[in-house]
């Protein structure tokens, strides 16, 4: 596509329950990152994938964060259990190689934890 | 540990100012620093970059400036405009893929 397309663009869900985010990468892009922007807080790096190989997934909060990348294309970032501090935007990127100057972003998926 | 500093959470600035975006880092290892805009409900887009070989990228009203010695980097845009009024984010990379954020300044260009 065009852009970096992420859904939903917003989610509502009750503490407990397992959310699923979507990221549609630039088409051809290699690589796609997810990070995480809560409130007042600058982007926190979560995972990078390079094809469908997750190389760092060091900025994951938890074992209830997972994330996976299929087909060089889309990823899904899944959090369990959802818990009120994973309230937060969550943003895709991607770019054409890694360590490319320009990472395009997505418009983010705002998740609220009740 | 917050690698990556932007200290003024906001600036405002006078149309046809110039506004002076501000950035400090601590990882010396750093050698590619980006700056982001961010309007409220979209994603960042990217503004301008600077390698660490070089001290200074223009581009148009945008200039980025890169201390290595103080390990500091700033954003210059002039002439400001009402619609440069968004969250600007620095950004470092070690010659990796890992940009590190910083947390935003908020720009606010009076009309």
């Known amino acids: 596509g065009a852009g970096v397309s992420q859904s939903p663009s917003n989610k509502v869900t009750e503490k407990g329950k397992d959310v699923e985010l979507r990221c549609d990468p630039i088409s051809g892009h290699t690589a796609l990152y997810w990070y995480r922007q809560r409130l007042g807080q600058g982007l926190e790096f979560l995972i990078y994938?390079?094809?469908?190989?997750?190389?760092?997934k060091s900025g994951l909060p938890s074992d209830r964060f997972s994330a996976e990348r299929t087909g060089e294309s889309v990823s899904t970032l899944t959090i369990q259990r959802t818990q009120q501090e994973d309230s937060a935007v969550y943003l895709c990127?991607?770019?054409?190689?890694?360590?490319?100057?320009?990472?395009?972003f997505g418009a983010g998926s705002r998740l609220t934890v009740l | 540990d917050q690698q990556v500093k932007q200290n003024s959470p906001s600036l405002s600035v006078q149309e046809g100012r110039i506004s002076i975006l501000n950035c400090d880092y601590t990882n010396s290892m750093f050698d590619y620093f980006l700056w982001y805009k961010k309007y409220p409900a979209e994603g960042p887009t990217f503004l301008i970059s600077?390698?660490?070989?070089?001290d200074k990228n223009e581009d148009g009203r945008f200039t980025v400036f890169l201390n290595k010695s103080a390990k500091h980097l700033s954003l210059h845009i002039v002439p400001s405009q009402p619609g440069d009024s968004a969250v600007y984010f620095c950004a470092a990379s070690e010659g990796t893929y890992k940009y590190i954020f910083g947390t935003g300044t908020r720009l606010k260009v009076l009309a």
């Open positions: 994938f390079q094809g469908n190989s997750a190389p760092d």
């Open positions: 990127a991607s770019s054409f190689t890694p360590g490319a100057n320009v990472l395009t």
């Open positions: 600077i390698s660490s070989i070089k």
